[in-house]
């Protein structure tokens, strides 16, 4: 069974934050996470995310789902 560490899903929200000029918090705080939960999210330890939680990120951030979400095998 993988780990958490080799999920070949990455999110790439660090990438779409400088693009929009925004930080960490701004985002949490426009989304309604904690700056924790969104960490965990940045930094690829989360087991999922919500297609709700999904959704808010792209309105804020202005992209789409595969903006921030990669595959890597």
């Known amino acids: 069974m993988k780990g958490r560490k080799d999920m070949p899903i990455i999110?790439?929200?660090d990438?779409?934050?400088?693009?929009?000029?925004?930080?960490?918090?701004?985002?949490?705080?426009?989304?309604g996470i904690t700056p924790a939960n969104l960490s965990i999210l940045k930094n690829n330890k989360a087991k999922a995310i919500r297609f709700s939680t999904l959704e808010k990120i792209c309105e804020v951030l202005n992209c789409k789902?595969?903006?921030?979400?990669?595959y890597e095998k």
């Open 15 to 31: 990438v779409m934050l400088a693009k929009r000029k925004m930080s960490s918090g701004e985002l949490a705080e426009k989304i």
């Open 11 to 13: 999110v790439n929200v």
């Open 65 to 70: 789902p595969g903006d921030i979400l990669d």
